[in-house]
C-alpha cells in the first residue's frame, strides 16, 4: 500500500519568509514517482515538479526547490521569499511504477499574509 | 502543453437529478483517465480509473451503480452522478494520462451541489 503524510495541515507565513512543507512517503515500489502540486481557491490543480526514484538531485526552481531523501522517505518542497500569491493547498503526492493512480497527502493550507 | 478540459465547472440541481461532468483531452489521446472526488479541505480521493472502450476500474467503496463511467473515446470520458443527494454535493476533477510517461494533467474541476 502506498501512503503520503503532510504533517502540517495549515501554515501562515508573513511574506518574504521562507517557508518549508514536509512530505513523507510509504511505498514497497523500487521505482516510484513523487509529485507536488498547488491547488489555489480556483480549485484547480496546478503541477509543479515531478521527481521519480532514481533521481535524488533537488531542484530549484525560480522561488521553488524541492530536497528528496531517500533514506528518510521524504520529498520537502521549500518557498524561499514567499509573496501572496503563493496561498494555496499544497499536495504531495506519489505514483508507484506499476500503475498511473495517484496517492495524495492531505494536503497543506499555505496562508501567507501582507 | 497538453490539456485537459472539464465541463461544466459548477452544477447546481435537485436532489433526484443525474448529472453528467464531461472530461476531455484536448491535444492528445488518453487511453487511461481518472476520477477524484474531493470534500471541502480534505483532499483528492481517487474514485475510478477509466479505461477507453473497457469497463472503469472502481476503488473500494465506491458504488458503480452511483457514480457511472463511460470512456467512449479516446479523447472524452464521462462521469455520471445518477440520482444524486445532497452528500453527493462534492469537487470533481479528473485526470487524463498523458503520452510518453508525462505527469497526469488535471482538469478545472466540476463543483456538484445537489439542494
Known amino acids: 500500500a502506498q501512503k503520503v503524510t503532510q504533517a502540517q495541515t495549515e501554515i501562515s507565513v508573513v511574506e518574504k519568509e521562507d517557508v518549508t512543507l514536509d512530505c513523507v512517503y510509504e511505498?514497497?515500489?523500487?521505482?516510484?514517482?513523487l509529485f507536488w502540486y498547488k491547488q489555489p481557491p480556483s480549485g484547480e490543480l496546478v503541477f509543479l515538479i515531478r521527481r521519480n526514484s532514481f533521481d535524488e538531485q533537488n531542484e530549484i526552481s525560480g522561488r521553488y526547490s524541492w530536497n528528496f531523501q531517500k533514506s528518510t522517505s521524504s520529498f520537502n518542497f521549500t518557498i524561499t521569499a514567499s509573496q501572496v500569491v503563493d496561498s494555496a493547498v499544497y499536495f504531495c503526492?506519489?505514483?508507484?511504477?506499476?500503475?498511473?493512480?495517484?496517492?495524495f497527502g492531505k494536503g497543506t493550507l499555505l496562508t501567507v499574509n501582507p | 502543453g497538453a490539456v485537459v478540459s472539464q465541463h461544466p465547472s459548477w452544477v447546481i440541481c435537485k436532489s433526484g437529478t443525474s448529472v453528467k461532468i464531461e472530461c476531455r483531452s484536448l491535444?492528445?489521446?488518453?487511453?487511461?483517465m481518472f476520477w477524484y472526488r474531493q470534500f471541502p479541505k480534505q483532499s483528492l480521493m481517487l474514485m475510478a480509473t477509466s479505461n477507453e472502450g473497457s469497463k472503469a476500474t472502481y476503488e473500494q467503496g465506491v458504488e458503480k451503480d452511483k457514480f457511472l463511467i463511460n470512456h467512449a473515446s479516446l479523447t472524452l470520458s464521462t462521469l455520471t452522478v445518477t440520482s444524486a443527494h445532497p452528500e453527493d454535493s462534492s469537487f470533481y476533477i479528473c485526470?487524463?494520462?498523458?503520452?510518453?510517461?508525462?505527469?497526469?494533467?488535471f482538469g478545472d474541476g466540476t463543483r456538484l451541489s445537489i439542494l
Open positions: 511505498t514497497r515500489d523500487t521505482t516510484y514517482y
Open positions: 491535444d492528445f489521446q488518453a487511453t487511461t
Open positions: 485526470s487524463a494520462r498523458a503520452p510518453q510517461d508525462q505527469p497526469q494533467h
Open positions: 503526492a506519489l505514483r508507484g511504477d506499476s500503475n498511473y493512480k495517484l496517492t
